[in-house]
């Protein structure tokens, strides 16, 4: 049986890679990772304002700021909050490139154009195989319209795509108006993959201390829900790898994202439940569920129920809107 498959243009023994995570912070676990059958690994998240930071140095800047508008930078992290500084993140690249044969995609998170995607260099030459691109950004501003935040984003990414020669997927939000053009528009940058979705962290209202206080909550498998549809939709139409992220911890979970037409998945909130030895047991899941089926490669998995056979996808989604809403009965 066949498990390889193709990501980024990197060849992978299976699916089944370890997302961006704390994972990547201690080069035994990720051994440890790469024993139970990872595929490949996703650094946490380097972000726009720690290059920026670094780059410009305004570190000083920022704290004159707060001296007199203190609610500016309250929000972010101080910055020895961040788990890895830039200069700690590229040495942590260099160790896991030197103990994993398993490729190790760094990943860098922003929203705007600026110098901070020139980091991305800095990455490729510390042995990075790959770069994951976070899209991650609230548009809260009335004055901007959707297509100037796009018109950004896109920016942003080409701007990633020219500073390295490695492959960049880029990591996006399910809020677009409009996400087949947007994937599409990001393939026209030269993007190798784009990778399905990131995860919006809700606050909740702290009602003694009268504060926006931050939660945590772990992915579940109704999260998939939501992959599965749009890489149903992409699959057919974009030529770049896709990835699920989110949602995936059971096999069966991986067996969906495939038929959907997913080239790899990302799994993380069930490796923080479970341990790194669950990756072995989703991978057995996966050869199980293969077996019994009747598949020999993941190749003839891929895409096995997106839409490309579906003449129109749009009617299709509104008669499944309609089916569920008349299946309730009081």
């Given at each position: 049986m066949n498990l390889?498959?193709?990501?980024?243009?990197?060849?992978?023994?299976?699916?089944?890679?370890?997302?961006?995570?704390?994972?990547?912070?201690?080069?035994?676990?990720?051994?440890?990772?790469?024993?139970?059958?990872?595929?490949?690994?996703?650094?946490?998240?380097?972000?726009?304002?720690?290059?920026?930071?670094?780059?410009?140095?305004?570190?000083?800047?920022?704290?004159?700021?707060?001296?007199?508008?203190?609610?500016?930078?309250?929000?972010?992290?101080?910055?020895?909050?961040?788990?890895?500084?830039?200069?700690?993140?590229?040495?942590?690249?260099?160790?896991?490139?030197?103990?994993?044969?398993?490729?190790?995609?760094?990943?860098?998170?922003?929203?705007?154009?600026?110098?901070?995607?020139d980091y991305a260099r800095r990455l490729e030459s510390a042995g990075a195989d790959a770069i994951e691109l976070n899209l991650y950004q609230l548009a809260t501003d009335p004055d901007v319209a959707a297509d100037e935040v796009e018109a950004d984003l896109l920016q942003t990414v080409r701007n990633a795509v020219e500073a390295v020669r490695i492959p960049l997927a880029v990591k996006i939000s399910s809020f677009h108006t409009a996400p087949v053009h947007f994937a599409k528009a990001l393939e026209g940058t030269g993007v190798a993959g784009i990778v399905l979705f990131n995860r919006f962290y809700q606050p909740d209202f702290n009602l003694e201390e009268l504060e926006v206080q931050p939660q945590l909550r772990l992915s579940d498998s109704s999260e998939l829900l939501l992959r599965l549809r749009w890489l149903a939709i992409l699959s057919p139409r974009v030529r770049c790898?896709?990835?699920?992220?989110?949602?995936?911890?059971?096999?069966?979970?991986?067996?969906?994202?495939?038929?959907?037409?997913?080239?790899?998945?990302?799994?993380?909130?069930?490796?923080?439940?479970?341990?790194?030895k669950f990756l072995s047991i989703l991978i057995a899941g996966l050869r199980h569920w293969m077996n019994e089926h009747g598949y020999e490669s993941i190749g003839e998995v891929r895409g096995a129920m997106n839409l490309r056979h579906c003449p129109n996808p749009a009617a299709f989604e509104r008669a499944n809107y309609q089916r569920i809403l008349q299946s309730w009965r009081i």
């Open positions: 390889t498959t193709q990501y980024l243009g990197l060849k992978l023994k299976n699916p089944l890679v370890v997302g961006a995570s704390p994972f990547g912070d201690n080069t035994y676990m990720a051994l440890e990772l790469q024993d139970a059958g990872a595929s490949a690994l996703v650094m946490r998240s380097l972000f726009e304002e720690q290059v920026d930071a670094e780059q410009r140095a305004l570190v000083h800047h920022l704290e004159s700021t707060a001296n007199s508008h203190p609610e500016g930078t309250s929000y972010f992290p101080n910055f020895d909050e961040y788990q890895l500084a830039p200069d700690q993140y590229l040495r942590q690249l260099g160790q896991l490139k030197s103990s994993l044969t398993i490729p190790v995609i760094a990943s860098l998170n922003g929203c705007r154009p600026g110098g901070w995607t790898s896709l990835a699920a992220s989110g949602g995936v911890h059971q096999a069966e979970d991986v067996v969906k994202a495939l038929l959907a037409g997913a080239d790899t998945v990302q799994v993380v909130s069930a490796l923080l439940k479970n341990g790194p």
